[in-house]
């Protein structure tokens, strides 16, 4: 079993990487957090956790996005389209993977923006297209999944499966520019029906598409990859965006050797805090916090305890909400934030500027 998160490098709890990605009791064989890069920060093998990273001769690339538009938990990885066929891709290869089978799964919170023309895709499946130098295209017959996301006018994608040897277009895309969504994918590579969640199966040779906890297509047709031959990797790559507008946001990226229950995502009622300290990094106590916006009709209102942490409970997952922190003896900048709701965030810390002149605490002045 593979558990990255490269804050730090540092080894998360089961308990907290399970609140991450929202699925609870079902170990993935990993899971890429981006951590708490500096913005701007180009991806690299060693610091984005995925196997292979390349990029081609038609411009974009990948960065560590900080603040990103997937989460509101440090970092995401950003691609941006190549202009030509000379793509861009990362994907996490068979030495990452871990134990590979004939039944997986992939997870993973996906935002698309940027324009009318591009494309982005995923694929799962097994071979040399898979391996660390991410090759300049797919190879059909290694791919089981395949999914085509094209941009075009007014943020419309429309998305398409690898079916065969044919991109077969799904009969309505559940995919806009500018939204997050959480993705799922639970595929089936055996010869037998494999069940899973509550009351869900997937047919011998297709895969379930997920979306935001909602089955959207059933008994997708795979690609070509050969019958029980195993899953052990997965890409995703940008082509053909003229003026390199077509970008893609990633985080939360997980993986399994099995089928999931893709239904159990928190839908309601997430806890979100964090932290309000000075700029030596003490708790500042009896500090307001202020959340507004969601399905929230007033604000609320949090205020620290003496060491410095609130928190908000009962907020709706897929809502916008504004964070602003307020006090009489300091300054913050910014004093707020927006944040899009995935999931449960604890980590929304806020640091006051050095004090200085009249901003200095009075407890501080005196002798």
Request: net charge neutral.
């Amino acid at each position: 079993m593979i558990i990255i998160n490269f804050r730090s490098f540092v080894v998360v709890t089961l308990f907290s990487l399970a609140l991450s990605i929202g699925v609870l009791a079902q170990t993935p064989n990993g899971l890429l957090g981006f951590g708490d890069a500096v913005d701007g920060t180009p991806a690299t093998t060693a610091n984005s956790g995925f196997g292979g990273v390349r990029v081609g001769s038609g411009g974009g690339g990948f960065t560590l996005a900080n603040p990103g538009v997937t989460t509101a938990l440090g970092s995401e990885l950003r691609g941006v389209s190549s202009s030509s066929g000379s793509i861009n891709s990362v994907g996490v290869t068979s030495a990452e993977f871990g134990t590979a089978a004939d039944v997986f799964s992939v997870q993973f919170i996906m935002n698309l923006s940027g324009g009318s023309s591009g494309t982005w895709y995923f694929f799962a499946g097994n071979g040399a297209s898979f391996g660390s130098a991410q090759s300049s295209g797919f190879t059909s017959a290694q791919v089981f999944t395949g999914v085509r996301f094209t941009f075009g006018a007014a943020n419309a994608i429309t998305t398409a499966n690898r079916a065969a040897g044919n991109w077969v277009s799904f009969p309505a895309s559940p995919f806009v520019q500018n939204t997050n969504y959480r993705v799922t994918i639970v595929g089936n590579n055996s010869a037998a029906t494999v069940n899973y969640g509550t009351g869900q199966s997937v047919a011998p040779n297709t895969y379930d598409l997920w979306v935001n906890a909602m089955l959207v297509q059933n008994d997708v047709p795979k690609g070509e990859l050969p019958a029980a031959t195993t899953v052990n990797a997965f890409r995703f790559y940008g082509e053909n965006s003229t003026g390199n507008v077509a970008t893609i946001a990633l985080d939360n990226v997980a993986w399994w050797n099995q089928a999931i229950d893709a239904a159990v995502v928190t839908s309601a009622g997430v806890t979100v805090g964090g932290r309000v300290a000075d700029s030596t990094g003490r708790g500042l106590g009896r500090v307001n916090v202020t959340i507004t916006g969601g399905s929230l009709t007033e604000p609320i209102r949090s205020m620290t305890n003496p060491f410095g942490y609130y928190r908000f409970e009962d907020l709706t997952v897929g809502a916008t909400y504004i964070m602003t922190v307020n006090s009489k003896q300091y300054t913050f900048t910014p004093n707020s934030r927006i944040i899009s709701l995935t999931d449960e965030a604890t980590d929304l810390d806020f640091t006051a500027d050095a004090p200085t002149g009249s901003l200095v605490p009075s407890i501080m002045k005196k002798r």
